[in-house]
Protein backbone atom coordinates (compact mmCIF):
# COMPACT_ATOMS: atom_id res chain seq x y z
CA UNK A 1 0.00 0.00 0.00
CA UNK A 2 1.60 3.35 -1.00
CA UNK A 3 0.71 5.06 2.90
CA UNK A 4 3.10 2.35 3.99
CA UNK A 5 5.43 3.31 1.23
CA UNK A 6 5.23 6.82 2.19
CA UNK A 7 6.67 6.20 5.45
CA UNK A 8 10.28 5.97 5.85
CA UNK A 9 10.89 4.84 9.67
CA UNK A 10 9.60 1.40 10.39
CA UNK A 11 10.60 1.17 13.51
CA UNK A 12 10.46 3.40 16.51
CA UNK A 13 13.33 3.48 19.80
CA UNK A 14 14.34 1.00 21.82
CA UNK A 15 12.46 0.13 25.14
CA UNK A 16 14.74 -0.14 28.29
CA UNK A 17 11.56 -0.74 30.26
CA UNK A 18 8.18 -2.57 30.37
CA UNK A 19 5.13 -0.83 28.92
CA UNK A 20 3.09 -1.86 31.83
CA UNK A 21 4.51 -2.50 35.33
CA UNK A 22 7.95 -0.28 34.33
CA UNK A 23 10.63 -2.42 35.46
CA UNK A 24 13.58 -3.44 33.74
CA UNK A 25 13.74 -6.56 33.58
CA UNK A 26 13.02 -7.60 29.79
CA UNK A 27 13.72 -10.21 27.82
CA UNK A 28 13.46 -10.99 24.30
CA UNK A 29 10.90 -13.63 23.70
CA UNK A 30 10.54 -14.21 20.21
CA UNK A 31 10.45 -12.99 16.50
CA UNK A 32 6.98 -12.71 14.32
CA UNK A 33 7.06 -11.20 10.89
CA UNK A 34 4.50 -9.62 9.25
CA UNK A 35 2.70 -8.91 5.57
CA UNK A 36 0.28 -6.19 6.03
CA UNK A 37 -1.25 -6.91 2.43
CA UNK A 38 -0.08 -9.16 -0.71
CA UNK A 39 2.97 -7.75 -2.00
CA UNK A 40 4.18 -5.57 0.41
CA UNK A 41 7.80 -7.29 2.25
CA UNK A 42 8.33 -8.87 5.04
CA UNK A 43 8.92 -7.09 8.08
CA UNK A 44 10.52 -8.83 11.48
CA UNK A 45 9.61 -7.41 15.31
CA UNK A 46 11.21 -8.28 18.21
CA UNK A 47 8.38 -9.20 20.62
CA UNK A 48 9.97 -8.82 24.45
CA UNK A 49 8.75 -10.33 27.78
CA UNK A 50 8.51 -8.51 31.15
CA UNK A 51 9.74 -11.01 34.16
CA UNK A 52 8.02 -8.79 36.45
CA UNK A 53 4.56 -9.07 35.40
CA UNK A 54 4.29 -10.81 32.11
CA UNK A 55 3.12 -8.37 29.99
CA UNK A 56 4.51 -8.51 26.13
CA UNK A 57 5.24 -5.76 23.69
CA UNK A 58 7.45 -4.72 20.47
CA UNK A 59 10.84 -4.09 20.90
CA UNK A 60 11.66 -1.84 19.20
CA UNK A 61 8.21 -0.84 18.48
CA UNK A 62 6.92 0.26 14.87
CA UNK A 63 7.42 3.87 14.25
CA UNK A 64 4.45 6.21 15.65
CA UNK A 65 3.79 7.81 12.00
CA UNK A 66 3.85 4.88 10.15
CA UNK A 67 1.37 3.43 13.03
CA UNK A 68 -0.74 6.76 12.66
CA UNK A 69 -0.70 6.49 8.68
CA UNK A 70 -1.91 2.77 9.25
CA UNK A 71 -4.52 3.94 11.71
CA UNK A 72 -6.11 7.05 9.71
CA UNK A 73 -7.95 4.28 7.53
CA UNK A 74 -8.90 1.93 9.81
CA UNK A 75 -7.59 -0.05 13.35
CA UNK A 76 -8.92 -2.92 12.40
CA UNK A 77 -7.46 -4.17 9.35
CA UNK A 78 -9.42 -3.16 6.83
CA UNK A 79 -7.92 -1.99 3.59
CA UNK A 80 -10.97 -0.87 2.35
CA UNK A 81 -14.46 0.95 2.98
CA UNK A 82 -17.26 -0.97 4.11
CA UNK A 83 -20.40 -0.26 4.95
CA UNK A 84 -23.02 -0.72 8.13
CA UNK A 85 -25.08 -3.30 6.24
CA UNK A 86 -22.24 -6.01 6.05
CA UNK A 87 -21.33 -4.99 10.01
CA UNK A 88 -24.44 -5.60 11.04
CA UNK A 89 -24.69 -8.89 8.69
CA UNK A 90 -21.18 -10.34 10.46
CA UNK A 91 -23.01 -9.30 13.96
CA UNK A 92 -26.04 -10.84 13.36
CA UNK A 93 -24.26 -14.04 12.02
CA UNK A 94 -21.96 -14.13 14.80
CA UNK A 95 -22.93 -11.71 17.85
CA UNK A 96 -19.78 -10.57 18.77
CA UNK A 97 -19.08 -6.25 19.24
CA UNK A 98 -22.85 -5.63 20.36
CA UNK A 99 -23.34 -7.81 23.31
CA UNK A 100 -19.35 -6.98 24.84
CA UNK A 101 -20.35 -3.55 24.33
CA UNK A 102 -23.74 -4.32 26.22
CA UNK A 103 -22.31 -6.35 28.72
CA UNK A 104 -19.12 -3.21 29.31
CA UNK A 105 -21.72 -0.15 29.29
CA UNK A 106 -24.22 -2.04 32.15
CA UNK A 107 -21.23 -3.06 33.98
CA UNK A 108 -19.42 0.46 33.88
CA UNK A 109 -22.71 2.14 34.92
CA UNK A 110 -22.98 -0.32 38.09
CA UNK A 111 -19.28 1.04 38.96
CA UNK A 112 -19.72 4.48 38.36
CA UNK A 113 -19.64 6.00 41.90
CA UNK A 114 -19.74 10.05 40.58
CA UNK A 115 -22.90 11.47 39.21
CA UNK A 116 -21.14 12.40 36.03
CA UNK A 117 -22.96 11.05 33.46
CA UNK A 118 -20.86 12.23 30.43
CA UNK A 119 -19.20 9.04 28.48
CA UNK A 120 -15.81 9.19 26.74
CA UNK A 121 -15.78 6.14 23.95
CA UNK A 122 -12.02 5.77 23.16
CA UNK A 123 -11.08 4.14 19.48
CA UNK A 124 -14.70 3.64 18.69
CA UNK A 125 -14.77 1.76 15.95
CA UNK A 126 -17.94 0.81 14.01
CA UNK A 127 -19.69 2.76 17.39
CA UNK A 128 -21.30 -0.28 19.38
CA UNK A 129 -20.13 0.82 21.80
CA UNK A 130 -21.21 4.83 21.78
CA UNK A 131 -24.43 3.40 20.77
CA UNK A 132 -24.50 0.95 24.16
CA UNK A 133 -23.43 3.82 26.32
CA UNK A 134 -26.24 5.74 25.24
CA UNK A 135 -28.51 3.08 25.67
CA UNK A 136 -27.91 3.20 29.35
CA UNK A 137 -28.06 6.99 29.95
CA UNK A 138 -24.86 8.32 28.91
CA UNK A 139 -24.23 11.57 26.99
CA UNK A 140 -21.02 10.49 24.80
CA UNK A 141 -17.98 11.96 23.24
CA UNK A 142 -16.49 9.58 21.01
CA UNK A 143 -12.68 9.49 19.15
CA UNK A 144 -11.11 7.70 17.07
CA UNK A 145 -9.06 8.38 13.67
CA UNK A 146 -10.02 5.31 11.47
CA UNK A 147 -12.15 7.18 8.41
CA UNK A 148 -13.50 3.31 6.95
CA UNK A 149 -14.79 2.68 11.09
CA UNK A 150 -16.10 6.25 11.39
CA UNK A 151 -18.32 6.15 8.24
CA UNK A 152 -20.19 3.10 9.36
CA UNK A 153 -20.39 4.78 12.78
CA UNK A 154 -22.07 7.78 11.34
CA UNK A 155 -24.25 5.68 9.86
CA UNK A 156 -25.19 3.51 13.11
CA UNK A 157 -25.10 6.74 15.60
CA UNK A 158 -26.02 9.66 13.55
CA UNK A 159 -23.16 11.91 14.46
CA UNK A 160 -19.44 11.46 13.74
CA UNK A 161 -16.79 10.84 16.27
CA UNK A 162 -13.72 13.21 16.85
CA UNK A 163 -11.39 11.70 14.06
CA UNK A 164 -8.01 12.13 16.32
CA UNK A 165 -5.44 10.03 17.78
CA UNK A 166 -6.04 9.91 21.96
CA UNK A 167 -2.54 11.37 21.98
CA UNK A 168 -4.18 14.17 20.32
CA UNK A 169 -7.47 14.93 21.74
CA UNK A 170 -8.20 17.49 23.55
CA UNK A 171 -10.89 17.31 26.39
CA UNK A 172 -13.01 19.80 27.29
CA UNK A 173 -14.37 18.55 30.53
CA UNK A 174 -14.52 15.46 32.69
CA UNK A 175 -15.96 12.12 32.26
CA UNK A 176 -18.29 9.11 34.83
CA UNK A 177 -17.07 6.89 31.88
CA UNK A 178 -14.19 5.81 30.27
CA UNK A 179 -14.72 3.15 27.81
CA UNK A 180 -11.24 1.40 25.72
CA UNK A 181 -12.64 -1.81 24.47
CA UNK A 182 -9.60 -3.34 21.99
CA UNK A 183 -6.93 0.01 22.16
CA UNK A 184 -4.48 -0.21 25.03
CA UNK A 185 -2.29 -3.30 22.93
CA UNK A 186 -2.20 -0.77 20.27
CA UNK A 187 -1.02 2.34 21.90
CA UNK A 188 2.69 2.60 21.62
CA UNK A 189 2.91 4.52 24.91
CA UNK A 190 0.06 2.94 27.24
CA UNK A 191 1.35 4.41 30.65
CA UNK A 192 1.04 7.76 29.57
CA UNK A 193 -2.64 7.07 27.74
CA UNK A 194 -3.68 5.17 31.09
CA UNK A 195 -2.02 8.77 32.70
CA UNK A 196 -4.06 11.09 30.94
CA UNK A 197 -7.06 9.16 31.02
CA UNK A 198 -7.18 9.10 35.04
CA UNK A 199 -6.92 13.24 34.76
CA UNK A 200 -10.24 12.65 32.05
CA UNK A 201 -12.04 10.98 34.92
CA UNK A 202 -14.15 12.51 37.63
CA UNK A 203 -13.23 10.86 41.43
CA UNK A 204 -15.55 7.89 41.51
CA UNK A 205 -15.51 7.85 37.58
CA UNK A 206 -14.91 4.61 36.22
CA UNK A 207 -12.52 2.98 33.78
CA UNK A 208 -14.27 -0.09 30.99
CA UNK A 209 -11.56 -1.50 29.20
CA UNK A 210 -10.68 -4.96 26.98
CA UNK A 211 -7.45 -6.33 25.89
CA UNK A 212 -6.58 -9.69 24.29
CA UNK A 213 -4.88 -12.03 26.78
CA UNK A 214 -1.43 -12.70 26.44
CA UNK A 215 -1.93 -15.44 29.06
CA UNK A 216 -4.42 -17.06 26.44
CA UNK A 217 -4.46 -20.85 25.67
CA UNK A 218 -4.35 -19.38 21.93
CA UNK A 219 -0.70 -18.00 22.49
CA UNK A 220 -0.07 -20.94 24.84
CA UNK A 221 -1.02 -23.18 21.88
CA UNK A 222 -0.10 -21.56 18.52
CA UNK A 223 2.77 -18.83 19.90
CA UNK A 224 3.50 -16.81 17.58
CA UNK A 225 1.03 -17.70 15.22
CA UNK A 226 -1.63 -16.06 17.18
CA UNK A 227 -3.43 -13.35 15.55
CA UNK A 228 -5.91 -12.68 18.05
CA UNK A 229 -3.37 -11.23 21.03
CA UNK A 230 -0.18 -10.90 18.80
CA UNK A 231 -1.72 -8.94 15.54
CA UNK A 232 2.09 -7.47 14.54
CA UNK A 233 2.33 -5.05 14.22
CA UNK A 234 -0.70 -2.96 15.08
CA UNK A 235 -0.53 -4.73 18.54
CA UNK A 236 2.49 -3.44 20.23
CA UNK A 237 1.68 -4.40 23.81
CA UNK A 238 0.13 -7.76 25.15
CA UNK A 239 -1.23 -7.37 28.53
CA UNK A 240 -1.14 -10.55 31.22
CA UNK A 241 -3.73 -9.82 33.90
CA UNK A 242 -0.73 -8.52 36.62
CA UNK A 243 0.79 -6.22 34.23
CA UNK A 244 -2.93 -4.27 33.59
CA UNK A 245 -3.53 -3.90 37.28
CA UNK A 246 -0.02 -2.85 38.14
CA UNK A 247 -0.83 0.13 34.77
CA UNK A 248 -3.89 1.01 36.38
CA UNK A 249 -2.93 0.61 40.02
CA UNK A 250 0.23 3.12 39.27
CA UNK A 251 -2.05 6.16 38.26
CA UNK A 252 -4.22 6.44 40.56
CA UNK A 253 -7.04 3.75 40.18
CA UNK A 254 -8.92 1.27 42.17
CA UNK A 255 -9.75 -2.39 40.74
CA UNK A 256 -12.96 -3.48 41.27
CA UNK A 257 -13.67 -6.37 38.45
CA UNK A 258 -11.52 -8.34 36.25
CA UNK A 259 -13.28 -11.32 33.86
CA UNK A 260 -12.11 -13.06 31.26
CA UNK A 261 -14.35 -13.68 28.19
CA UNK A 262 -13.65 -16.53 25.62
CA UNK A 263 -15.40 -16.46 21.94
CA UNK A 264 -14.58 -18.55 19.05
CA UNK A 265 -16.56 -18.28 15.66
CA UNK A 266 -18.98 -21.65 16.10
CA UNK A 267 -17.46 -22.09 12.48
CA UNK A 268 -14.00 -21.80 13.10
CA UNK A 269 -13.61 -25.81 13.14
CA UNK A 270 -15.02 -26.72 10.19
CA UNK A 271 -13.22 -23.69 8.12
CA UNK A 272 -10.20 -24.90 9.24
CA UNK A 273 -10.60 -27.98 8.35
CA UNK A 274 -12.65 -27.79 4.65
CA UNK A 275 -15.29 -29.25 5.52
CA UNK A 276 -18.61 -28.76 3.89
CA UNK A 277 -22.75 -29.46 4.01
CA UNK A 278 -23.85 -31.57 6.45
CA UNK A 279 -20.88 -32.62 8.04
CA UNK A 280 -19.97 -29.02 8.98
CA UNK A 281 -23.62 -28.20 9.97
CA UNK A 282 -22.98 -31.23 12.34
CA UNK A 283 -19.21 -30.04 13.78
CA UNK A 284 -20.89 -26.73 14.09
CA UNK A 285 -23.95 -27.59 16.44
CA UNK A 286 -21.31 -29.69 18.69
CA UNK A 287 -18.88 -26.81 18.27
CA UNK A 288 -21.87 -24.27 19.54
CA UNK A 289 -23.22 -26.77 22.20
CA UNK A 290 -19.07 -26.87 23.79
CA UNK A 291 -18.46 -23.56 23.47
CA UNK A 292 -20.13 -22.53 26.89
CA UNK A 293 -18.35 -25.35 29.13
CA UNK A 294 -15.01 -25.04 27.11
CA UNK A 295 -14.55 -21.46 27.69
CA UNK A 296 -15.73 -21.14 31.08
CA UNK A 297 -12.84 -23.34 32.19
CA UNK A 298 -10.00 -21.40 30.35
CA UNK A 299 -11.55 -18.02 31.94
CA UNK A 300 -11.23 -20.00 35.41
CA UNK A 301 -7.47 -21.05 34.52
CA UNK A 302 -6.97 -17.41 33.68
CA UNK A 303 -6.44 -18.99 30.12
CA UNK A 304 -9.44 -16.93 28.03
CA UNK A 305 -9.02 -15.05 25.26
CA UNK A 306 -9.62 -11.32 26.47
CA UNK A 307 -9.22 -9.93 29.53
CA UNK A 308 -12.42 -7.14 31.07
CA UNK A 309 -11.03 -4.26 33.56
CA UNK A 310 -13.21 -2.22 35.56
CA UNK A 311 -11.14 0.31 37.83
CA UNK A 312 -11.96 3.33 40.03
CA UNK A 313 -10.85 6.67 40.23
CA UNK A 314 -9.81 7.31 43.80
ZN1 LIG B 1 6.10 -5.71 33.65
Redesign the pocket.
Known amino acids: MTYLLAVSGIYGDVLHE?V??R?QKIRYWRRKSFQYTHGDSRKAFDIYR?E??G?GFLNRPPHSKWLQSIYQYSGQALTQATTLADVLDREAEYPNCTVDAARMSRQAERFNGSDNRQALDIGSGFGFYTQALRRVGYQTVSINPGRYENEVFKCLNGDEPLPVMFENYQPSGQFGVVMMSQVLEHLLEPDKAIGKVSGLLAPGGVLACAVPNYASFLVKLLGTKDNACLWVPEHVNYFTEE?LI?LLERNGFRIVKVEQITRVPFNALSKRLRLEGRLAAIVDRWVKRLQSPFSGFMNLLGLGIYINLYAVKK
Do not use: I, V, W
Open positions: CACTCNCTGA
